[in-house]
């Protein structure tokens, strides 16, 4: 009996030490910060898109302290690269996974399938799932503004624009960027050369070279690296810069630039999957939300010119004008939208036409 008494004891002794151990544990588990990924497409640099969206890591991060734990994987190519590195983050214990850039998406959607208790948001897509949401900014509203910059600075009344790929999120900034310039002088033409590459510094450097030659005497992009800007710089021409400031790389050349910010936005979404609150959606913010903005003037920028920009943000703020208000015709002169009307979201979402102004055709993907 006193054998069994102390068996007895020995084991409730035994349990209770496992039941604090396991407290412990899951009291350790508890506490451990979330564990957030992000996947990006170009090396994080000191500029370009990548780099504004590691900004906004960090500023999540910093707000968060404690809370998040956080990683990255650069230069990461579309494709089955993409769909690897994602599934290897997912097995990793990263329960919030950012991955931005558009060939991202479908890479994307595969691994969150595989992984439901995992939770994947997606720049630019258009595809969602009960675990995946996605996310961008409304480009187009400082792409307008910009324009309008280009279109008063510009002496030969030719632009050159460095585009990556024919997808709807670039041509809302070809469009835009040259209904801002022709809204100050109808004069304007754009010159687009595409570079089949997001991020391919000689290519773009080529192309914003070919464009000079071509007469274009202010330059703008939408590709990651500061090659235009650097060779607008070199070549003595404007250059309005995209997604950072990159004044830096040509503080004579840089007129101002349509930029990025991820920061709130990550915040937030980190936030609700902390409490329990996130759910899948599209969010589509701009200049009124803080996602895009516009880059310190260059000195050069008369203050006329300042004041009218300023007074068309305002108003597109205000939502009293839209960067995609009638009357727009497309380079072929066909009526697109009316008099009294602008392009709904679903219609910009899909745009794939140039707008007067524009040469050439808009190539295929």
Do not use: C
């Not at 969010?283 to 920009?309: E, Q, S």
């Not at 108003?315 to 939208?337: C, M, T, W, Y």
């Amino acid at each position: 009996m006193r054998r069994s008494g102390v068996l007895k004891g020995l084991t409730i002794a035994t349990l209770a030490a496992a039941a604090l151990s396991l407290w412990a544990y899951v009291g350790t588990r508890a506490a451990e910060p979330l564990k957030i990924a992000f996947v990006y497409v170009s090396p994080v640099g000191d500029a370009g898109w990548t780099y504004q969206h590691d900004l906004g890591r960090k500023e999540m991060e910093k707000a968060l302290d404690g809370k998040v734990k956080t990683s990255f994987v650069e230069s990461v190519n579309e494709g089955a690269d993409a769909e690897r590195v994602i599934r290897e983050l997912a097995q990793a214990g990263n329960k919030l996974i950012f991955t931005t850039s558009f060939g991202f998406m479908n890479p994307t959607l595969k691994v969150a399938k595989q992984f439901p208790n995992v939770i994947f948001e997606h720049a630019t897509g258009y595809k969602r799932d009960k675990n995946v949401g996605t996310y961008s900014a409304r480009f187009y509203e400082a792409r307008y503004l910009t324009g309008m910059v280009a279109g008063k600075m510009t002496k030969s009344n030719t632009l050159g624009y460095v585009a990556a790929f024919p997808i709807p999120e670039v041509v809302q900034g070809i469009d835009a960027f040259t209904l801002g310039a022709r809204a100050v002088n109808p004069k304007v033409q754009v010159k687009v050369i595409w570079t089949s590459s997001w991020y391919d510094p000689g290519k773009e450097r080529e192309a914003a070279e070919a464009l000079v030659s071509q007469g274009a005497d202010v330059l703008t992009h939408h590709t990651d690296s500061t090659a235009v800007v650097q060779a607008a710089e070199a070549k003595h021409v404007w250059a309005i810069a995209y997604h950072s400031d990159m004044a830096k790389y040509g503080p004579h050349a840089e007129l101002t630039a349509a930029t990025h910010h991820w920061g709130k936005y990550y915040i937030r979404e980190a936030e609700a999957v902390l409490d329990g609150t996130w759910k899948s959606g599209d969010v589509w913010g701009g200049i009124k939300d803080g996602m895009v903005g516009l880059a310190p003037f260059n000195a050069a920028v008369p203050k006329d010119v300042v004041a009218l920009v300023e007074a068309r943000k305002a108003a597109i703020v205000a939502g009293s004008f839209h960067p995609f208000q009638g009357p727009i015709k497309d380079n072929e002169g066909k009526l697109r939208v009316p008099e009294g009307k602008h392009l709904s979201d679903p219609e910009i979402l899909a745009l794939a036409w140039y707008v007067e102004g524009v040469q050439g055709k808009l190539p295929t993907r």
